[in-house]
DNA sequence: AGTGATGCTGACCAAATAGTCAAACAGGAT
DNA sequence: ATCCTGTTTGACTATTTGGTCAGCATCACT
C-alpha cells in the first residue's frame, strides 16, 4: 500500500492543519488548499473528516514506540538511558504537537484504547526496568511510579503549553526556544538526581 | 456589580460546557440548556461566545494569582513552601481544566498578554526566591529556571494529560485519580531533591 | 390603572461547512 | 478509435449554529 504522491500531499496539509487548529477548528477546504486540491478530491480519498484525522492520530502514536526500547537491558549505564529517553522523548514532543494528542484524546478517550491493548500485555517498560536496578541496589529505594509521571510531565509539558512558560520565564518566543533546547540536557540531570541514592 | 443568580447560573454552566467541550466544541444552546435559561436570555447576558468565554478565562487566571505570595519571604523554611506551592497549585490544576487553558491559549495567544503585563513588571517571584537562597548557599548552586520548568510541569501535566499517563501506568480513571492524590506529597518531595545541596 | 425599566423568550436569519454527485478527464490496454 | 479504470472537479445540498428582534411578563413606582 504505497501511498501516492497526492496522497501524502494530503496527509502533511492535514498535519499541519489539524495540528495549527484541532480537529474542529480544522476546515476540510483548508486542508484541501493546503494540499493544492479539491475538496472534492480530499473527500475521495478520505471519505470523511474523521477517516483522515484518525490516519493522522495513528501515526503520533506509532513515532512514540520505539522509545520504549530504550529501557530494554543493554550495556548503557542507566543514567545514560535517562539521557537518551529524555532527549529522545523530547525531541518527538516538539516535532508533532503533543497538546494536539491530548485535546483529541480528551475529546474522544476510546481513541487511545485499541491503540493501548497492544502495549497492555505488561507493566510499563519503565517501571519494570527501574524495579530491576532497585533490585540490584544501584537506584534510590522508592516507588517508581511518581518518577514515571514526573519524567513524562518534565519531557512533555514545557512543549505542549509553551506560552504558559515564556510568560513565567519572562521570555518571547525566539528566547524560550532557544531555552527549551539547553534545557533537555538539564531535564535529564534534575531526573537522574531524582533517582539516585 | 453583584452577579445575579441567573449570572452566576450562567458561568457555572459555561465552565463546565467549556472545559468538556473546549471553545469551538462548546454551543451556546447547551449553555443555555444547562443554566435552563433560552438561549437568548444566553445572549441577553453575554453578547457573544467571545465576551463569555473571555470572562470564564479571567476567572482562571486570577485563581493562580494568590499562590505567587507563596515566595514571598516568611518565617517557613524553603521545603515547606515548595510542599504548599506544589499542594495548592496542583489542587488548582485538579479543580480547573488546565487543558482547556492551554488550548484557548494556543487558539488565541493574544489572551494571556494583558493579563501578563500586571505581573511583568519584574522576574517571576520564585526565580527570585530561589537566587536569595542560593546566595545564603541554603540551596544546590545552579540555574533556577529549569528547576521552574520543571516544577510547573510536574504539578501541571498530569491533570491535563491524564488519559496518557493512566495508560502508561496501567491503570483506569478511578485508580488513577487516586494515584494523583497521593502524588502531590510525592512531587514536592522530588522537587525538594532536585533543589537541596 | 398606567408607565417605564428590566428580564426573558420563540421564531427567525445568515453564514459556514461536511459531505454528495454527475460529469469530465487522463492514461493504458485492446 | 474505443473502452475501461481510476482520478479530479464544480456545483449543489442538508444541517448546524451564532446571533437578532419584536414582543411578552414582571415588578416598582406614581
Known amino acids: 500500500m504505497e501511498p501516492t504522491d497526492t496522497e501524502k500531499r494530503i496527509l502533511q496539509a492535514a498535519t499541519l492543519v489539524f495540528e495549527r487548529d484541532g480537529f474542529l477548528g480544522a476546515r476540510m477546504q483548508v486542508i484541501a488548499d493546503e494540499a493544492c486540491i479539491s475538496k472534492a478530491s480530499l473527500h475521495y480519498y ?3 473528516k474523521e477517516k483522515l484525522f484518525d490516519r493522522i492520530f ?9 522509545l520504549l526500547s530504550t529501557w530494554e537491558d543493554g550495556t548503557d549505564e542507566w543514567q545514560e538511558k535517562v539521557r537518551h529517553f529524555v532527549k529522545g522523548l523530547m525531541r518527538v514532543f516538539s516535532e508533532s504537537s503533543l497538546l494536539f494528542m491530548a485535546q483529541e484524546l480528551h475529546r474522544d478517550p476510546k481513541k487511545l484504547e485499541p491503540r ?22 544501584l537506584v ?3 516507588d517508581p511510579r511518581p518518577l514515571l509521571v514526573a519524567m513524562q510531565s518534565i519531557c512533555a509539558y514545557p512543549s505542549m503549553n509553551p ?4 510568560g513565567s520565564l519572562r521570555m518571547n518566543n525566539k528566547e524560550y526556544t532557544a531555552f527549551i533546547t539547553s534545557y533537555a540536557d538539564d531535564a535529564a540531570d534534575l531526573l537522574i538526581r531524582m533517582m539516585q541514592k
Open 58 to 66: 495513528d501515526d503520533y502514536t506509532a513515532s512514540i514506540v520505539p
Open 140 to 142: 534510590r529505594d522508592t
Open 116 to 137: 493501548m491493548a497492544k502495549r497492555r500485555t505488561g507493566p510499563n517498560a519503565f517501571i519494570l526496568y527501574y524495579e530491576r536496578l532497585r533490585a540490584k541496589g
Open 163 to 166: 506560552k504558559m512558560l515564556a
Open 46 to 48: 478520505f471519505r470523511t
